[in-house]
């Protein structure tokens, strides 16, 4: 069983939501962060959304701010990620990624140890 096991994506017109799941049943019981990350074509991985374990807060990057929600369901032991208004700029593939230890800032890839194997998104116009 894949410790981070996506679902969810797909194709969407500008405007439209998504949402994405990460099941965490197989992941590390002990993780300090939760995070998403997305890599667009040509483009580098980089930082969407983040649930730190620590102090309970959820982090965005300014592109996605006010417009991504990222939390964590205990019922099902799944971190979500819901988006709206979505853009041709939000395509690309989308990773959770799961971190034992702090390892500088939430976006910072290093302290990552666990991933998803991701989950296409695609809007068009």
């Known amino acids: 069983q894949e410790p981070l096991a996506q679902s969810g994506g797909g194709s969407v017109q500008v405007g439209g939501s998504l949402r994405l799941d990460c099941a965490l049943s197989?992941?590390?019981?002990?993780?300090?962060?939760l995070a998403w990350f997305r890599q667009g074509s040509g483009k580098e991985r980089e930082g969407v959304a983040c649930?730190?374990?620590?102090?309970?807060?959820?982090y965005y990057a300014d592109s996605v701010k006010g417009r991504f929600t990222t939390d964590r369901e205990p019922a099902n032991n799944t971190l979500y990620l819901e988006m709206s208004d979505l853009s041709p700029a939000d395509t690309g593939i989308y990773y959770c990624?799961?971190?034992?230890?702090?390892?500088?800032?939430?976006?910072?890839?290093?302290?990552?140890?666990?991933w998803g194997k991701g989950a296409q998104v695609t809007v068009s116009s």
């Open positions: 990624a799961l971190a034992m230890e702090y390892g500088g800032d939430w976006d910072a890839r290093r302290q990552y140890t666990y």
């Open positions: 197989a992941a590390p019981r002990y993780s300090v962060r």
């Open positions: 649930l730190d374990r620590g102090d309970g807060r959820a």
